[in-house]
């Protein structure tokens, strides 16, 4: 009998756990500033520059490498810039070509970071086929 004696209070506490949902955290009130346009300009093309100049210009110093390692994390930031509402086109294909252009460019800093150059040539022309892919759907006629 005794062991049943606890049941009550069990179940009290799980009817007062289940009670409990996890607050919302606070809504953080992004603002898009910049135009679609505007973020390649600023952010993705001198990135992808970057990046795409590593084989014909290695880097030749640790600071060098740290530039593209930055220019690395501004490319893959500047795919996450693109998915923010008011600036992204669409949630499916211009959505996975954001997080294409993400996963590439962080290929892109690991190779940096294991300063390897035949990697870094392979991530370039991945970046290369993301940026295309993307704008022949959404800016015709424009070549990257």
């Not at 940096?112 to 870094?120: G, P, V």
């Given at each position: 009998m005794r062991r049943f004696?606890?049941?009550p209070a069990a179940a009290a506490a799980l009817l007062m756990l289940a009670g409990c949902t996890p607050q919302e955290p606070p809504s953080i009130p992004f603002r898009v500033v910049a135009t679609s346009k505007e973020v390649m300009n600023a952010i993705t093309i001198p990135a992808s520059d970057v990046i795409w100049s590593v084989p014909g210009e290695p880097p030749a110093s640790d600071e060098a490498w740290l530039a593209v390692e930055h220019a690395a994390l501004a490319l893959a930031e500047s795919g996450n810039l693109l998915l923010m509402d008011g600036r992204a086109v669409d949630q499916e294909e211009w959505a996975r070509n954001a997080v294409a252009l993400i996963d590439a460019a962080q290929a892109a800093l690991e190779a940096?970071?294991?300063?390897?150059?035949?990697?870094?040539f392979d991530v370039g022309d991945e970046i290369y086929t993301v940026c295309e892919t993307c704008h022949r759907r959404y800016l015709p006629g424009a070549s990257s």
């Open positions: 004696a606890s049941w940096a970071r294991a300063r390897d150059m035949d990697r870094m």
